[in-house]
């Protein structure tokens, strides 16, 4: 019995094994094609038809073209204004309600709670958000991809359900000494609750950096474009013509490829820099975000 | 009401509601911004969507607009669309519980079972890594991989496939969907079940080696009845989203070509709506899609309270 068991055991380890070992290789594989595509010589990468395992040549010609295109910098500029100031607000905001939300014997805070949980679960749909967008005057204006989405629902929840597991004796001192509520909030609350503020940064920042939707709806100057919509233009209308101009149309097709593939580097590298350092946040994230409200 | 508050039923509702403000003041004061944000932005759209019920014209405004009743509803439901991307989104969703639910599931038993503490953080940083990556990048990446010339199209090309984009064959739009949203998304909705899996009580597995029982059924018998709580709970919330398909990557994947098998009822809505200003047919499909998904989570969570007393509510 035993040494059966072992048996199946040590069968058991080796099946999971290489299961795993095969996720990581579909998952990681795909990166390191478009890395190699990137440094590629554009002629031999047309030509070449499925798997790659070093750069074909090597060629900085697309990170050239990538990098004096103004539609990527503006881009990256965008972006960056609507991360820092965007997150900064959905961070504010977020830590004031669920501060307010997690105090006991507020009269109106079940009614509160209710009100705002009920949006989880029932919008007015995209075309009556155009329209208040609209109205609020904010259409193409880079506040349209902020203002609308200041507070995540979701995210106020999980702020508020590791709030109210704060000691109340510790409010209570504060109160005492006579501090009131904002500086009980910025100067107690918020420090204890640090582990929370890095994954609310992480959840808003992750969902600003890839928002494209609502921009692409609501702004129609191509200036105030954030980056993933002049990716978009790039990578899925296919059109890099504008950033191979002198090349005959034969030449800007093969150049058009690798650029393709250096856009996907640079639009993705900066992320996959940050993520090993905020992967623990994540994982103590989404445990707190497992906590009922 | 008898019973209700017996303790302070001498107070008045008029006295506790001024002691309350006069406590708690600064409180509600904070509270403004927030309120205003879900006034204007949730529920002013939640008002906005009587379009549906009107002939909305933007010179009218939507007060003076005038109803129509339920013409835009009679027009949807009889139309050739609805039949179409009721089925799509129905389809895709059924998909994405049978195949995209589970696989998370999987990946945090096989990650459990791992005991060599290196290669697990391995595993674990690789398959997050995908969820990090842009959508729109995603997309560019399946666009490319899946063309004419891409390496999964040559792959395929080993097995018998004609080699054509695979993003132009109807048949293979969903598929494509499905695999590539496993892919980008298994690692990060694995952790949930990571975290549930470490509040497993460990005696039980002590007691289960004594009994003799191999290790897969200690994962059958013991780890996976110990996340059942929060596979409930997810799936619940699943529900609830059933016709919420991820549109935008619909909306960036799909073509022309591909609309009989990809169009779903939110990417309509943006095309009729946004793309061709049919304001309000487009709100009543929108409407049409909140309401069904409400009812789907109220039933799930119904459904489940009965079953295994483990609910949302």
């Known amino acids: 019995m035993q040494a059966e068991n072992g048996l199946k055991n040590k069968a058991f380890d080796w099946i999971i094994n290489t299961a795993l070992i095969l996720l990581v290789i579909v998952t990681l594989y795909p990166l390191l094609y478009v890395t190699f595509a990137s440094f590629s010589e554009s002629s031999q990468l047309v030509a070449n038809k499925g798997f790659l395992f070093k750069p074909l040549g090597f060629s900085l010609e697309a990170y050239k073209s990538v990098f004096s295109n103004p539609g990527i910098i503006k881009g990256y500029g965008n972006t960056l204004f609507i991360l820092v100031v965007g997150v900064t607000l959905n961070l504010f905001l977020t830590a004031v309600a669920a501060y307010v939300l997690s105090r006991r014997n507020v009269m109106w805070n079940n009614l509160f709670t209710f009100l705002i949980i009920f949006t989880m679960f029932f919008h007015g749909g995209l075309i009556p958000l155009y329209l208040i967008v609209k109205n609020v005057g904010l259409i193409d204006s880079l506040w349209a991809t902020i203002v609308p989405f200041a507070v995540s629902t979701f995210n106020l929840i999980i702020m508020r359900t590791s709030f109210s597991a704060i000691p109340e004796s510790l409010e209570e001192s504060a109160k005492i000494d006579g501090a009131n509520h904002l500086t009980i909030l910025f100067r107690i609350i918020l420090p204890l609750s640090k582990p929370v503020v890095a994954v609310m940064i992480l959840y808003y920042a992750v969902e600003k950096w890839n928002a494209w939707f609502y921009a692409s709806i609501f702004l129609k100057d191509r200036d105030l474009f954030p980056l993933q919509l002049v990716l978009r233009e790039i990578l899925i209308a296919n059109s890099t013509d504008n950033m191979s101009t002198g090349a005959s149309s034969a030449d800007q097709f093969m150049i058009g490829e690798t650029i393709k593939y250096a856009t996907i580097i640079v639009a993705t590298v900066p992320i996959l820099v940050v993520y090993p350092f905020v992967q623990k946040y994540f994982e103590k994230g989404v445990m707190i975000g497992a906590v009922k409200g | ?313």
């Open chain 2, 1 to 313: 009401m008898s019973g209700y508050k017996t303790a302070s039923s001498h107070n008045s509702f008029k006295q506790r509601f001024i002691r309350d403000f006069k406590l708690n003041k600064l409180l509600y004061f904070m509270m403004i911004p927030v309120l205003l944000y879900y006034v204007i932005f949730h529920y002013a759209p939640m008002y906005g969507a009587v379009i549906a019920f009107k002939d909305f014209s933007p010179m009218k405004g939507i007060m003076g607009s005038e109803w129509v009743g339920l013409q835009h509803f009679r027009d949807f439901f009889s139309s050739y669309y609805f039949w179409r991307i009721l089925k799509n989104t129905v389809v895709i969703s059924l998909y994405s519980i049978i195949f995209m639910f589970p696989a998370p599931i999987i990946l945090a038993l096989l990650i459990n079972e791992v005991r060599n503490q290196a290669f697990k953080r391995v595993v674990q940083t690789v398959s997050y890594m995908p969820y990090f990556i842009s959508l729109v990048v995603i997309c560019g990446m399946i666009t490319d991989f899946t063309n004419s010339n891409g390496i999964i199209n040559s792959l395929f090309s080993l097995f018998g496939y004609d080699g054509a984009a695979m993003l132009q064959k109807p048949g293979l739009f969903r598929p494509v969907y499905i695999l590539s949203e496993i892919w980008q998304k298994i690692g990060w909705e694995s952790i949930i079940y990571i975290a549930a899996l470490a509040g497993i009580d460990q005696e039980q597995y002590e007691a289960a080696r004594i009994d003799g029982a191999s290790r897969l059924k200690q994962m059958l018998y013991i780890t996976l009845p110990g996340i059942l709580p929060t596979i409930t709970i997810m799936f619940i919330l699943r529900m609830g989203n059933m016709l919420n398909v991820g549109f935008e990557k619909i909306i960036l994947l799909y073509s022309p070509v591909t609309y009989e098998t990809a169009d779903v009822i939110s990417s309509f809505v943006y095309r009729k709506g946004l793309l061709e200003f049919g304001w309000s047919y487009s709100s009543a499909v929108g409407l049409f899609n909140s309401l069904v998904n409400l009812i789907l989570l109220i039933s799930a969570n119904y459904i489940s309270r009965k079953v295994n007393k483990s609910s949302l509510w």
